[in-house]
T-cell receptor, first 113, second 113 residues
Framework: DAGVTQSPTHLIKTRGQQVTLRCSPK?????VSWYQQALGQGPQFIFQ???????QRGNFPDRFSGHQFPNYSSELNVNALLLGDSALYLC????????????FGPGTRLTVL | AQSVTQLGSHVSVSEGALVLLRCNYS??????LFWYVQYPNQGLQLLLK??????LVKGINGFEAEFKKSETSFHLTKPSAHMSDAAEYFC???????????FGAGTRLTVKP
């Protein structure tokens, strides 16, 4: 049983570009949450998706957007990249009724030059 | 809004010594509390969680934590440290119907031979 998978593993972009990160949830899970972890800090909640809709959002600008597909996989899009967007982006999956039990993927390391 | 404070960004212990990682939370409603471990270049792995019931929670790898409402604390302990315990540890909280999991800044545990 595959756990949470994320792609790509690493990504290098330049300021102003756009990026798309992908996440496949653990089998049987229907809810996906995204987190940003800057170097030396704890993860920060970006948003959560369930039934293809954004269920809750953290304190992130509109440059951060997402999508959830019918198969529960999800994408995180970031527009107009800033140097400060460089971070490890973590995806976590859960059941909507049990968001207290989240399984995390290995993350995508985004570097903005 | 809920929040978490981890006291000590870096803790160093000798192999076989007691491990104590401190976490204090702030929440206006009964919280769900979590400890996660992160090894280099990996995602987060759940060590243990408190939701309701018994305040002493046992987790994986010999770790345990005690929820103390009067002290708003959820400290993580392990009686005897192993070299393999060296990692970054994060305390996190969810409150009420809020799906926004808030993480502390993390504590890096070093285990000396």
């Amino acid at each position: 049983d595959a756990g949470v998978t994320q792609s790509p593993t690493h990504l290098i972009k330049t300021r102003g570009q756009q990026v798309t990160l992908r996440c496949s949830p653990k089998s049987g899970h229907d809810t996906v949450s995204w987190y940003q972890q800057a170097l030396g800090q704890g993860p920060q909640f970006i948003f959560q998706y369930y039934e293809e809709e954004e269920r809750q959002r953290g304190n992130f600008p509109d440059r951060f957007s997402g999508h959830q597909f019918p198969n529960y996989s999800s994408e995180l899009n970031v527009n107009a990249l800033l140097l400060g967007d460089s971070a490890l982006y973590l995806c976590a999956s859960s059941l909507v009724a049990r968001t207290d039990t989240q399984y995390f993927g290995p993350g995508t390391r985004l570097t903005v030059l | 809004a809920q929040s978490v404070t981890q006291l000590g960004s870096h803790v160093s212990v000798s192999e076989g010594a007691l491990v104590l990682l401190r976490c204090n939370y702030s929440s206006s409603v009964p919280p769900y509390l979590f400890w996660y471990v992160q090894y280099p270049n990996q995602g987060l792995q759940l060590l243990l969680k408190y939701t309701t019931g018994a305040t002493l929670v046992k987790g994986i790898n010999g770790f345990e934590a005690e929820f103390k409402k009067s002290e708003t604390s959820f400290h993580l302990t392990k009686p005897s440290a192993h070299m393999s315990d060296a990692a970054e540890y994060f305390c996190a909280v969810i409150s009420g119907n809020n799906n926004d999991m808030r993480f502390g800044a993390g504590t890096r545990l070093t285990v000396k031979p």
